[in-house]
């Protein structure tokens, strides 16, 4: 059984090394978005979505992992979480998971905080550029329209002449 806290604690500290990758990534990607820098930005998305392949990958061992884990606690997998198998008295990892739950709560929180903050600073930006083309086309169809604002048509700006054939 210590073996298989030892390998959750070990899963766990490569999720926080991962969480600390991607809190960085995510960095990045706000001096990019903050910058306009698109090429870069695409650059950073590669490399979140890879970040992000890995994050899966180890969540995948560590469900697996509990799940053994809940077996030989004869419990249901479903019932078992971090935070009750650090309340288990005959747990020897437990100060060990603990702080390794609180530093992925606080991670996470973090990732959430950037990620509505990248997410905002995006939507503000595509909302300005699109009233800025907006207002771009509106200008233009002024500008070409035979009516004032008020409804009245316009007098003609170009100036006409009679031209004589016959001489």
């Not at 606080?106 to 950037?114: D, T, V």
């Amino acid at each position: 059984m210590k073996r298989l806290y030892k390998n959750l604690q070990e899963i766990l500290e490569q999720k926080i090394s991962l969480y600390e990758n991607f809190i960085q990534l995510l960095n990045e990607e706000w001096k990019c978005v903050t910058k306009y820098s698109y090429d870069d930005l695409q650059i950073i998305i590669a490399k979140k979505d890879d970040q992000v392949m890995q994050m899966q990958a180890l969540e995948n061992s560590r469900s697996s992992l509990m799940k053994k884990i809940a077996g030989s606690l004869n419990m249901k997998p479903s019932g078992l979480t971090l935070k009750k198998l650090i309340q288990f008295k005959d747990n020897p990892y437990r100060t060990k998971l603990s702080k390794c739950r609180e530093n992925l709560l606080r991670q996470i929180q973090k990732i959430n905080i950037l990620s509505a903050k990248i997410k905002a600073l995006m939507d503000h930006s595509a909302l300005s550029l699109k009233k800025s083309l907006a207002f771009i086309h509106s200008e233009g169809e002024k500008a070409h329209s035979p009516y004032e604002a008020n409804g009245q048509v316009m007098e003609s700006k170009l100036q006409s002449r009679m031209v004589s054939v016959d001489a």
